[in-house]
Structure formats: C-alpha cells, structure tokens
C-alpha cells in the first residue's frame, strides 16, 4: 500500500490547515520544527486514538504502521484550549480518553468526529462552546500592532496560547522561509539575506 496524503489551507480564522490521510509501508516521516499545534485524529485496525500535538521547537521522527488513517486540523498561531498546558505540550503530545468511532470526549462534552470536509464546522463548535479561545495580545503582536505591555506580559501570553515564545516563533518562521528559498533554487547567500538572518546579531 502507497501512502497517501491531501491537505487543504482554511477560511476558517482558528484553522491553518488541514490534512488527511493513510499510511502506506515503511511510513517513518520526519516532522520539521513547527509552530503550531494540531488535533490528530487516527483509525488503525478498528481502534480510535485522538491526540492534541503540542507545537515543535525541533524536527521530530515518527512511526506509523501501514493502514493507519488520520485526520489533522492545525490551528493559528494564537488559538488555544485554555484548559490545556500547550507550553507542557511543546515537543510532546496527549491522548483524550474515551474515543469511538463517533465521538470523543474532550472538557466534559462528547463531541461528534470530525472529517476533512466539515472540520470548520467541528471548530465553530469548540468555539461557541468556549472550549477554543483565541488570545487577542498574540494576534495582535503577530499583526505588528503597538500594545502598552510588559514583555514579561506578551512572553507570559505566547507561552499560554502557543508554548512558545514570540523569538522561538519568529525563528522557526525565518528557518522555513530560508528553506523554502532554498528549495526554489535561490542562492544560499540570498536566501540568508531574504529570510532576514543578516540582520540578527552575531
């Protein structure tokens, strides 16, 4: 079996992305640095697992067996369960209990299993329900917008909503973009200079 994987950008304001997909053989990804976190959904030999993916401050290996199939919904930068310790997250992950073909259980609600096709619609409910908040100091820093804050303050609201810091953030971001670059066959000393590393300190 080939795996097989599509993903889509989102409309929705609390959704970057989402992905679906099966594994084929041999399926042993390396998941680069990634700011955001995700709700992974896997099927795999009748069985239901759910899990919230904290965000990755360096590329981590996994593996999956053939046959597994899996939904993701990435969530922007800003938007978070307050419930939850995203900063405990980073680099790690935590499975929700209860899980079946339908439902999941998640803040004392059973909520219905999302698909690829209608995964704004699961989000709309998080939200009105309050399960999903957005913190508006992250959006509002992230859009370049002055605020009369500490940095501890703005430091102490990144770690809550995202488990990173605003510089962590703008790291992996920098790295991505240097990457992409270099990927369209622009020159290394080019893509230092565009991705803004010529500019940091040394």
Known sequence: METFFEGRPSDSPY???????????HYTPTCPADVNWNLLFQRYNGK???????????AKYKELPEGVEWLVIKFRLGVFVPFL???????????????????????????????????????ERLVRDET???DPVVT?????????????????????????????IQQIQRAHYAST?????????DAVYEAGYADQPH
């Open 15 to 25: 959704i970057e992305m989402v992905w679906h997909g099966r594994t084929g053989s």
């Open 48 to 58: 239901v697992k759910i899990s919230v993916e904290g965000p990755l401050s360096q």
């Open 85 to 123: 310790n995203i900063e405990n997250l980073t680099n790690g992950d935590i499975f929700l209990p209860d899980s079946t073909h339908q439902s999941f259980w998640l803040h004392s609600t059973t909520w219905p299993m999302p698909d690829y096709e209608n995964a704004e619609t699961f989000v």
């Open 132 to 134: 999903l908040i957005t």
């Open 140 to 168: 509002a820093v992230l859009c370049d917008h002055p605020l009369d804050l500490s940095f501890r303050t703005v430091r102490r609201r990144f770690l809550r909503a995202t488990g990173l810091t605003h510089h962590t």
């Open 181 to 189: 670059l270099l990927g369209q066959g622009v020159s290394i000393l």
